[in-house]
């Protein structure tokens, strides 16, 4: 019955309270029209949307969240450096990174990950789903760019989704 009702009730959540943020101010009027929202829009749309995947290991998730945040820090740091420091040789680089993760939600996570890490944005997936085209800021050597991304993030994702 929740289902039908709520088909995404985190979703709903956080779209009512992003409702209160946008208006702010918690007004009756506010509470009811966010929460009308927030109940009609993901019950509209439930169709469009595929079934969320079962994880496998929610400890390899948080090991992921901080692996990602630590990741983020430290390259925010490398890119910034690269950019205000006096050595601008940069050796950008294209990286063809084979997949072994076969999960959409797998696949789409890992480009993700990978493009909010500074300096480094995913670009295409082939059409098989086994390879994931990256750019890279400044690789001076990309065999060990493709073994770190693989290492670091693909297999974690791995082993949340398969």
Known sequence: MRERVLPRPVFTVV???TWLLAAGSVSVGSLLL???LAVAVPWLF??????????QNLGAMIRYF?????DIIVA?????????????????????IPLDIEHPYAISILASTI?????????NLSGDRKTLLVHSLDCPDPEAEIARIKR???????EMFE
């Open 76 to 96: 925010n740091l490398i890119v910034a450096r690269l950019i205000v420091g006096p050595n601008k040789r940069l050796r950008p680089e294209w990286l063809e």
């Open 66 to 70: 901080w692996i990602v945040a630590f």
């Open 15 to 17: 779209l009512w309270l």
């Open 46 to 55: 439930r169709t469009f949307w595929p079934e969320a995947p079962a994880l």
């Open 152 to 158: 670091r993030y693909e297999s974690p994702l791995e």
């Open 34 to 36: 966010g929460g009308l």
């Open 115 to 123: 493009s909010l890490t500074p300096g480094t944005v995913s670009s």
